[in-house]
């Protein structure tokens, strides 16, 4: 990897620190953002920005709105701190007025740059989901949107995306193809693209993806960011141009996942006008899972060998933690040796801290997965936007196209035959899901030049999605982590567990990545420690959690 | 009313008291049982029984197991308790032993005669679903069917209904109309038209049903007989010939609740096999209903009218239920005065047990319910029997065939659509769900004469279901229940609550019950009591529930 040394730390625990310190400014970090996507000039990751001035004048009355809390700055302000630094952000000179995470005052995402997938509407820009002719001007913020706004994040701007978010590959897109920071024939991952490039190259603390088949995952794993897909429903999704509506889910692109988390902090919540959001508990009691009358799994984990498992949740260490792994003759990683390397250094960081793995039957997951592109839900598809693909054909992605079609002629048996096959698939997944309590696969099995994809762009997206697509069919949350490198290019897993768990999900997540050292992105910093006890992964809630300098 | 004085008591509580004694015989009830049957002649009930010898058999080795337990029994046997008689099954002389609820021995359902409509698989006894060219020879018996055997009870054989359960009318099918048992000119309802009847008459003491849209509560109504039509989910649904596979329950008919409770607390349980099998709490605790983060809604019922409403489950008597009503402009009976009297008046039973009710918008609810044959749902009917209906179209019933075919042509986006609809709906009801602890309708607004509902099967149907078709759509559990009579015609109400409250319902609905103090189905007989304390409606859990002499 050859990470950029003038990269900016945009992660939020350095920059808030720097804020409330009045080292840094807002102004400034904004200034540095745009500076630094001009250089980048054309790279795809961008359809829409707001003007450099604009995002300036908010930067600026958020500065303003610091300095009221807390006093002028010490001036000379000092610069932005350069690549290389430690990006801790927990040192005695960090929080001068030993405020720490007792300040209420400046809001959770204060002066936080981020950007947001071109299929959710921003006011002030359009909303194009990768189709220029589809493209219309909201009049409102998605509410997720809305809600980053209200807690002083700042808007950049809409990135790039596979058109109608129908891809994972990033290349199928007439606004141009974000290519991997680390290696520029290759892909980024989609339909997240430019979400994915925008945080691992530093140009945002964090991006909104959305994430129906593993679009906001592929692209993490493929820039060496986290990619975090909470449950259906936590996040509303109004404000979207769905991809399968029941299914689709807001998601965080973000350096750590202390950073995915707390944007998620912000934007979760019940919508009672989004029909398929959810009140769903973050952190469901330990003794809830298994029914009462449930009759006894065979288990894969004898109880003679650790603790109770089901009684392992956050806050304690995953002691005893019971991790599911697919069976060797179901993983596949499609010749990718760097990939598999990777997935197995992956699996010994998890049992390093004394989780047990065992091997589960793939099989249902997998069903699962294959029943989005080769079952009705293409008909869900063709509900959202086929009018427009009918009305205008020539507007649409050949490829999209392509894919979009057979959903006009799916029948309503055909739906509902294909809607009790996935409850009995459900059905075999939840009685595995009484075996464990984290399924942890490889987020991509590999990847592929862009020339490839655009060669092969429907067979090579279904490799991509081999172990994401079925995550939200089956109802499951899921976290994207990077794990290593090969050869230049990162590979990462995917923890999953079923809806609700996310809270779970996020503090394995957390103390998984940290454990791997890597540095974050494509920006060559360390990952900032954050948390009162600069612990990553810190287990407070996400409506309590507080990022202190 | 012109009750049959001649008719047996069949209820449990009876049965079982007399069994236990030894003053009542297994063979001497199932021989009364074929008798009345026989001299009823071609009453259209039923389409298929076992032959007498079989049944006998069966007795006769119910009388052997309770003779092994308890001794010989008196010398001579009493007669069966003749119609007119307390019906109480409490008296000192019932149990003689002064075992009561203590005895282990019986299964629940010793001795006690049922029916299984035509559309569930008994082995040995056809399955027809109303179709004779549709039938076949189950091999097993249905899980639900089984444990009712195996829990003592004796299946008499199987009953007629709307074919294919496409119908609230009983109407609708090539063996024949049952008709009321109070008037020979009118419909019994459907689609479980010879379960309501077969209970309401005396030759069995509990019928199992199914309910998609009403055809386990409209037969109740029109026969004076309680209909329970528990959760989605509760009752595996295998074994069935789908209606509509995701919204299809079995159900009970009964001549009083506790009776209905005791079959479903041996039918309900966990099917891993059957897709739409879900783990639901009969008794949620109290304060789970509303989410934490849930925002106050606009209250029907001020605070300081009453105690807190959402604590008031059994079994603390109803003290402060918060019951919905429809709003009057939302409320019709097409014109019957009599009905409408006995809903008032069923009303006032309620209001006098210290429930407050109020008006709810019935708005979400009847535009469910207009989903289920204007929306998306008819392709499910389609994916079940539109094979055959294909086929062999001579062989379906013309009326039946009328409303299936256009399930054919429905698409999968059309299909998505209406989930999505329905989705929005369910979201508005749940808004209402806040509001009150059970809502309270008509079972059905009218009854019609059988040559009425010929001349008009389509538009009559409607009406019939107006206030029951939304319920399983909008995953609600319902208990028909007999208020009363007007013009000799008997007329109910039908309690509703969200899915899981079965056992808050039951309790409610056998209090009800017990108010009326009406006779039950067209017996002439009193209600028996039951329970320890002899009090009906004892809230027992189902699964410890014992009903004694």
New interface residues.
Partial sequence: QTPNLQTPNLQAAVLQAGYRSGRLRVTEVIAAVYDRIEARGDDAVWISRFPRSQALARAAALDAQRDALFGPPPAPTAPMAPAGSTGSATGPDHDPDGLGGATPDLPALFGLPFAVKDNIDVAGLPTTAGCPGFAYEPTEDAPAVSALLAAGAICVGKTNLDQFATGLSGARSPYGTPVSPFDPTLIAGGSSSGSGVAVAVGLVTFAVGTDTAGSGRVPAALTNVVGLKPSRGLVSTRGLVPAC??LDCLSVFALSVPDARLALSVMN??D?AD???R?LPLMPPADDAP?P??APAASLFPPEQGASGNNDHPPRPPHGLRVGVARPEQLTFFGDRGARAVYDDGLRLIRGVGARTGEIDLGPFLAAGALLYGG?W???R??SV?EFVTARPDEVHPVVRTVLEP???????????G??HL??L??QAD?IWRDIDVLVLPTVPTTYPVEAVQADPIGLNARLGRYTTFVNLLDLAAVAVPVGFADGLPHGLTLIAPAGRDEFLVDLAARLHARTGLPVGATGHALARSGPAGRPGTPAGFLDLAVVG
Same sequence: chains 1, 2.
């Fill in positions: 509506r029941s919540g019940y009672a029909p398929y959001s009140r029914a009358d449930a009705p293409l008909a869900e063709f509900a086929g959903g006009a002629s799916i029948t309503g048996v055909e739906t509902f035959r809607l009790t409850r009995a459900r059905r009685e």
